[in-house]
């Protein structure tokens, strides 16, 4: 086995804390890989204090991880040592289902591998994340991060860059749309980058004016607030997309109402309680859609990141280290950062 340190949780109630554990020894088909940085999501959060009530502990989060390949086994083609990568949100799936077939393996008929807090598969146990020293992943799941990108601000690509970047390719987004994105975090930010980049005319919706100059910095033309009803009602029936990053519970249908005929608005962010339920006739009058979007495949992944380096896109990041960990938890509860945290992984090192 392969020793790994990092920093887990040992329960619902504890704060993270410096642990030792073991990876399985890389298989003939996987890549080891030397943690260099890893993101913090909201889902880290909500999975280390059990909140979606499946976590198995002792639980290692985090699934934005750039890092350094230290050794690949010996049928690993595409890698090599010393080779700058990306693991995401999955380290495996079955292959084998229809949704793997079409390289969606975030649809996984038989599930998809989580990055922690997901069933290893090898060593019987559970896998453990990126807020580590080091992680063994199949080679398929491993992403190669474009040079001349920072690798700490790609570092949050591999989850928020992606859950924003398939749903506006799903839903084709293109130059001359007219394009909203509800909410200015984690999501949000990398959303009006990506669509920015896509050529589209992007309108942020906030609660906070006060973000109206960041979101025109970042990318956005117009920003509304959307609490501002008479606002609101200026942009009836001319979205062609909107892309709701928001998790805490709010009314659709004020959104809703802004989308043309044919529109679609996509819900991205986790809600730990349900939205109440939408205008059905706000759907039926306009033939509008709204609909859900889970990360985005493997190859989609790839996709994103040569976009990102092509268009020079990175996340604004604010660096951490390791031991700051629980306290960035309690900020990012305040929406209190711009707008991701990234851990510098060489604090491990350091005494805490
Ligand atoms: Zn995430
Ligand atoms: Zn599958």
Avoid at 115 to 121: D, I, P, W
Wanted: net charge negative; aromatic share 6%.
């Amino acid at each position: 086995m392969l020793a790994s340190t990092g920093y887990g949780a040992t329960s619902a109630t504890e704060p993270l804390a410096k642990i030792d554990f073991e990876r399985r020894d890389p298989k003939p088909n996987d890549v080891q890989i030397d943690i260099l940085y890893c993101g913090v999501c909201h889902s880290d959060l909500h999975t280390a204090r059990n909140e979606w009530g499946n976590t198995v502990y002792p639980v290692v989060p985090g699934h934005e991880i750039v890092g350094r390949v230290t050794k690949v086994g010996n049928e690993v083609t595409r890698f090599k040592e010393g080779d700058l990568v990306g693991v995401g949100c999955m380290v495996d799936s079955c292959q084998q289902c229809s949704a793997c077939g079409e390289g969606l393996e975030q649809y996984c008929e038989n599930g998809f591998v989580g990055t922690y807090n997901g069933e290893e598969g090898h060593t019987g146990g559970m896998t453990y994340g990126g807020y580590a020293s080091n992680i063994v992943v199949r080679d398929k799941f491993v992403l190669k991060i474009p040079a001349n990108l920072d690798p700490a601000g790609a570092a949050p690509l591999l989850c928020a860059g992606i859950t924003t970047f398939s749903p506006l390719r799903q839903w084709k987004v293109s130059p001359g749309q007219k394009v909203g994105i509800v909410g200015l975090g984690g999501l949000g930010h990398m959303g009006i980058k990506l669509a920015h980049a896509m050529g589209a005319h992007v309108v942020l919706f906030t609660t906070s004016p006060g973000k109206r100059e960041d979101a025109k910095r970042l990318g956005a033309d117009d920003v509304v607030v959307s609490k501002n009803a008479s606002e609101m009602k200026a942009h009836r029936n001319s979205f062609d997309f909107i892309l709701n990053t928001v998790a805490a519970p709010h009314s659709l249908d004020p959104f809703l109402d802004l989308l043309k005929r044919d529109g679609t608005m996509t819900l991205v962010g986790a809600p730990a309680t349900p939205h109440p339920s939408p205008q059905v006739f706000s759907l039926i009058m306009k033939r509008r859609r709204l609909a859900g979007s889970l990360i985005g495949g493997i190859a989609e992944t790839q996709e994103m990141l040569d976009f990102c380096g092509q268009h020079n896109i990175v996340s604004d990041i604010e660096m951490i280290r390791i031991q700051d960990i629980n306290e960035a938890y309690e900020r990012m509860l305040k929406s209190d950062v711009k707008y991701r945290f990234v851990i510098d992984m060489a604090s491990l090192k350091q005494p805490s």
